[in-house]
C-alpha cells in the first residue's frame, strides 16, 4: 500500500457518497491505496456511509478538524497521506498523479476547482473567484487540505495539525511549519479534486468570518496571517474588496463589478468580525 487517503467527516451524509464513489474509481489500482474516514462527532449516518464504501471508519468524539485529520493519520498504514474533504470529488487521476510527481517534495498540493450551476448565481461567481487560489496559496508557502499530500515522515516530525485551531486556519498554520523545519511544498498540476462553490450568501458569509477568526489566530501563533480590522480599507471599496479576493475589478462589466463588488465588501466585513472575534476570544 501506498498511500492512505484520509477524510474527516461531521454531518457529511449528503456530501460524502459522491467522494466516495470518486475514490473508487480511481485510476490507481485499488491495492495501492486505503481510505480512512474519520467520524468527526458526526449527529447523521456519515459513519455508516463510509462503511458501506469500504472505508475504514475512525471516530475522533470532540469536534476539531485538526483532531479528526490526526486521528486519521494515526489509523493510516501508508507512508503517504493524502488529505481532502467530505464535500470534494477526486478526479479519476487525482492519486495517480499524485504518486508520479516530479519534484520529490515532502508536502504536495493541487487544484481546487470550483463547480457552480449554470449559470452560476453571483455568490458561485464570486466565491470560484477567490476560492480556487491553491497555486497562489503555494507559493506563500502553504495549501487547503482540501487536496495535500504529506510523507508520514514529515507529518510525525511537525507534529500533526494544531487543534489550537478551532475553526479555520490549521492547514495554513501546518504548511507552514512544515516549511519552517525544512519540509518543502511542492505542487501537482494534475492532481485535481472539485469542490461545489457556496450559492447562497449566509454560507459563504460564514466562512469568510471563520477566514478572518483563522487568518487573525495564525498571526498571533505564527507570525504570518492578517488582522483584517487593522485594514478597514475593503470595506468601503468595492474594488478594493475584490483585489483583496484576487478579482481585477477592471476587467469585470460594469454591472457585475458593482454587484461583485457588494458581495466582496460584505464577504470582508464578515472576515474583519471573524477577525474581531478572535481578537475577543484571545485566539492564540
Known sequence: MEVSVVVPVRDGARTLPALLESLATQTLSRERFEVVVVDNASRDDSAAIARAHGAVVVHEPVPNRSRARNAGARAARAGLIAFTDADCVATPEWLEAFLARADGAPLVAGPVEMTTGEP????????????????????????????????????????????????????????????????????????????????????????????????DQCLHRLGTGHRAWREPGPLFSGDRALRFAGTDSAELPRSERRRLGALARGAYASRVLGSLWAEARAAR
Not at 525544512?182 to 458569509?205: I, T
Open 120 to 215: 452560476p448565481t453571483m455568490v458561485e461567481r464570486f466565491e470560484r473567484s477567490w476560492r480556487s487560489g491553491q497555486e497562489h496559496w503555494v507559493r506563500d508557502g502553504w495549501a487547503a487540505t482540501a487536496n495535500l499530500l504529506v510523507e508520514r515522515a514529515a507529518f510525525d516530525a511537525v507534529g500533526g495539525f494544531d487543534p489550537a485551531y478551532r475553526h479555520i486556519g490549521e492547514d495554513a498554520d501546518f504548511c507552514l511549519r512544515a516549511g519552517r523545519a525544512g519540509h518543502r511544498l511542492g505542487w501537482c498540476a494534475e492532481a485535481v479534486v472539485a469542490h461545489a462553490a457556496e450559492a447562497a450568501a449566509w454560507p459563504m458569509l460564514k466562512r469568510a468570518f471563520f477566514n478572518g477568526y483563522g487568518a
